[in-house]
């Protein structure tokens, strides 16, 4: 995860710089990319916490994601991605809330196929959501999801 690392660094640098900080909400990648974040030496500065809201229901219960969206369309959509950013911004007091849902593999999961990913940035002004789709096994894909946030999270800081 050396690349990961590096875009860890870069991010928690920017906030760092900006005197700001970051909590996450992570379905797919059921708290990898917190896991990432903190690796960085200082990461205490910058890095509020995280929820990892893996089952379905945890998303509404710990992460504020309306119930009603979850059981018209399920876990793997923009929509949910943009309230779990916005659920680990309030809940946790930062800065920021990055939130991750998507299909690791190797089955499709609420229509959507594996490889599918959402990615939800929360901050003051609003939140974005980055949707893609990801190659690869459950470890590539969830990886390659949370490179993608570093660099998409890198890129709404500068």
């Known amino acids: 995860m050396t690349g990961s690392t590096a875009g860890?660094?870069?991010?928690?640098e920017l906030l760092r710089g900006r005197g700001e900080t970051v909590a996450t909400a992570e379905s797919l990648t059921a708290g990898l990319?917190?896991?990432?974040?903190?690796?960085?030496?200082?990461?205490?500065?910058?890095?509020?916490?995280?929820?990892?809201?893996?089952?379905?229901?945890?998303k509404s219960d710990l992460a504020?994601?309306?119930p009603?969206?979850?059981?018209?369309?399920?876990?793997?959509?923009?929509?949910?991605?943009?309230?779990?950013?916005?659920?680990?911004?309030e809940r946790c007091g930062?800065?920021?809330g990055v939130g991750l849902t998507g299909v690791a593999g190797p089955d499709p999961q609420d229509g959507a196929a594996p490889g599918t990913v959402h990615l939800g940035f929360a901050g003051a002004t609003g939140t974005t959501v980055l949707s893609t789709r990801l190659d690869g096994d459950r470890a590539?894909?969830?990886?390659?999801?949370?490179r993608v946030a570093l660099e998409h999270f890198a890129t709404i800081l500068r």
């Not at 860890?8 to 928690?12: I, N, P, R, Y």
């Not at 896991?35 to 893996?54: E, F, M, N």
């Not at 590539?140 to 949370?146: G, L, M, N, W």
């Open 140 to 146: 590539a894909v969830r990886t390659a999801a949370v």
């Open 8 to 12: 860890a660094a870069d991010v928690l």
């Open 64 to 66: 504020g994601v309306d």
């Open 33 to 58: 990319l917190a896991v990432v974040l903190t690796d960085v030496p200082g990461a205490s500065a910058v890095v509020r916490g995280g929820l990892i809201v893996y089952a379905t229901d945890l």
């Open 68 to 89: 009603a969206l979850l059981a018209a369309g399920g876990a793997v959509q923009p929509k949910v991605a943009e309230q779990l950013a916005a659920g680990a911004r």
């Open 94 to 96: 930062a800065t920021w």
